[in-house]
């Protein structure tokens, strides 16, 4: 829902600031006054093409901006989290607009393409009644609305869920096709595997592999080292360590009544002592294993050149080496699989396809009863609006092509023949822009506001009417303001008695240059400017007695 909407040095507007609530919002003004500026500022930050006719005469540049609360828009939040738009809940559009030509827009405070920014609004706000605005004229609008109205949910995820698996067995049998002829690839995988299956190549057997050839690399001064030690330890060149710490105890011991402190000297000394012991005995081992052994310093030395060797050919390092040959037997597996996956692949394909087929069978049936519910609405509703002998048609036109569509089997076509004896043609094609309006509002109050976007703006949609028409149109729209806020620009007071709020634009002369305010009106003003709508200039007693009527059968 648009929450406010900001104006500044936009046309004829110097400043202005405008708050919206739910429901519907009228804007009424003279003619020339600048009514339908709040619209063309909804378009620009829709992403339309900037025009720099639209800067006020003597400013460098307008700046427009709009606030909508996203709650009411989950597309539009979802979409934001997804551009990484999404800020605290919060949904702004900025977009300035330079005397030069140029522009620049922001989304939440952040710079965005207008791509971005259309993308945006297309899910937050709807405008009826300018060709280049409305997208119920796009033909996917016209299907979402439909399956919107019909509550195609189910079958049509149905439909997008076949598809999807139908692509994706496509793709798999599209990637084993163009490997081709690959008895070569096989033979080289095997020829691979072989080589890395004669090494052991788990990561404890490579760490015991180039322990053993380092120990053995440094034999001889291990050994001499070792040596020296033992012979330093147990005495063999005067007396051991542990003897000399016994004597160094016993000494120490004859004097520990005199001082306490000794006793703890003796305890470090007797644990010193156990450790000596130990490391004796643990060096004595190390030294039992080792032996200069040439030939099998050799046969470690070849092993751990092999394994650089395979990891350079591979690239990887050689704690790689185990994963690469997990990989090459995936593959191989594989590729010897290739065949009988292509044969199950192709049966796979066709049941797909024909699962496929029967959700979008069962779609286009619920789509032929929907649209037949929506054009009888549709055209009842046309005929009220001033529109009699008119009418409208949901036209469903078969999909070419043999890939399962996501869509489903067909795609929807709004057509309309706005007078008796004439041809119904596409939407798109209407051109009285009066007509499309209240063609517009009719799809979407029959839809009672099915689609997804919580905002629409009709801009003058009762032109060219009158009289009890007129009052109907109002009717609808205010109808329609029960599911979405709607905004109608409009000079007909039977219209403009059916708001829930009224706004009204006025221009004044200042220097030689006209201004436009926007006021927000109460329930005394809007009686004032229902009779101006209904007088003229001169607001006579009548025109107020019949502005009350109207706002009295309003329910205002």
């Known amino acids: 829902m648009l929450k406010r909407l900001t104006l500044r040095d936009f046309a004829v507007v110097s400043a202005t600031e405008l708050e919206f609530g739910p429901g519907m919002t009228v804007i009424s003004g003279e003619t020339g006054a600048g009514k339908s500026l709040l619209v063309d500022a909804l378009g620009f930050l829709s992403g339309l093409r900037a025009d720099a006719g639209m800067v006020r005469h003597g400013a460098e540049r307008a700046e427009l901006h709009a606030e909508f609360d996203p709650d009411d828009a989950p597309a539009a939040a979802d979409w ?5 738009f999404d800020d605290d809940g919060a949904c702004t559009l900025r977009r300035t607009l330079r005397a030069d030509g140029g522009s620049r827009a922001w989304i939440n405070g952040r710079p965005a393409t207008l791509a971005q920014l259309s993308q945006l609004a297309g899910l937050l706000v709807e405008i009826h009644g300018q060709h280049e605005h409305q997208a119920l004229l796009e033909k996917s609008s016209q299907l979402a609305l439909l399956d919107a109205f019909g509550g ?11 598809a999807a698996q139908w692509n994706a067995l496509q793709r798999e049998r599209d990637a084993l096709s163009k490997a081709g002829d690959v008895s070569e690839r096989i033979d080289w995988l095997g020829h691979q595997l072989a080589e890395l299956e004669r090494e052991e190549l788990g990561a404890e057997a490579i760490e015991a592999l ?9 034999a001889a001064g291990l050994i001499a080292a070792c040596d020296e030690a033992l012979a330093g330890l147990s005495g063999d060149d005067g007396p051991s360590l542990v003897r000399r710490l016994q004597q160094l105890r016993g000494g120490l ?31 004595q081992r190390v030294r039992d294993e080792l032996d200069l052994d040439p030939a099998q310093f050799e046969l470690l030395d070849a092993k751990l050149a092999r394994l650089h060797e395979l990891a350079r050919k591979h690239r990887v390092a050689p704690e790689e080496l ?33 699962s496929w087929r029967r959700a979008a069978d069962a779609l286009g049936d619920a789509r032929s009863a929907t649209a037949a519910r929506l054009s009888q609405a549709t055209t009842a509703l046309i005929a009220e609006l001033g529109m009699g002998g008119g009418r409208f048609e949901v036209a469903l036109e078969p999909v070419d092509g043999d890939r399962p569509d996501p869509q489903g089997g067909e795609r929807a076509e709004f057509l309309v023949s706005a007078n008796a004896g004439q041809p119904p043609r596409p939407l798109r094609r209407v051109a009285s822009g009066g007509e499309l309006s209240r063609i517009s509002l009719a799809i979407e109050v029959a839809a009672l506001g099915s689609d997804a976007v919580p905002t629409m703006v009709f801009d003058e949609v009762d032109s060219g009417i009158g009289g009890a028409v007129a009052e109907i149109v109002g009717q ?39 201004h436009s305010a926007v006021q927000r009106l109460d329930s005394k003003q809007r009686q004032e400017e229902l009779a101006r709508m209904l007088g003229g200039v001169e607001v006579s007693k009548e025109a107020r007695a019949a502005a009350r009527r109207l706002l009295a059968a309003g329910g205002n």
């Open 253 to 283: 011991s004859r004097e520990r009544e005199h001082e306490p402190r000794l006793d703890e000297v003796d305890a470090m000394l007797d644990a010193a002592a156990i450790q000596i012991d130990e490391a004796l005995l643990l060096l």
């Open 476 to 514: 609808k729209l205010r109808a329609l303001g029960a599911s979405r806020q709607v905004l109608c620009v409009t000079h007909l007071p039977q219209v403009a008695a059916q708001g829930h709020a009224h706004y009204r634009v006025s221009k004044a002369d200042r220097d030689g240059i006209t």
């Open 152 to 162: 195609h949910d189910a079958p049509l995820a149905a439909v997008r869920a076949a």
């Open 210 to 218: 180039v322990v053993g050839h380092r120990r053995q690399a440094h």
């Open 80 to 84: 934001l989290r997804g551009q990484e």
């Open 322 to 354: 185990a994963g690469c040959r997990a990989g090459f037997a995936a593959e191989l597996d594989a590729l010897r699989d290739a065949g009988t996956r292509l044969q199950a692949l192709d049966g796979e394909i066709a049941v797909a396809a024909a």
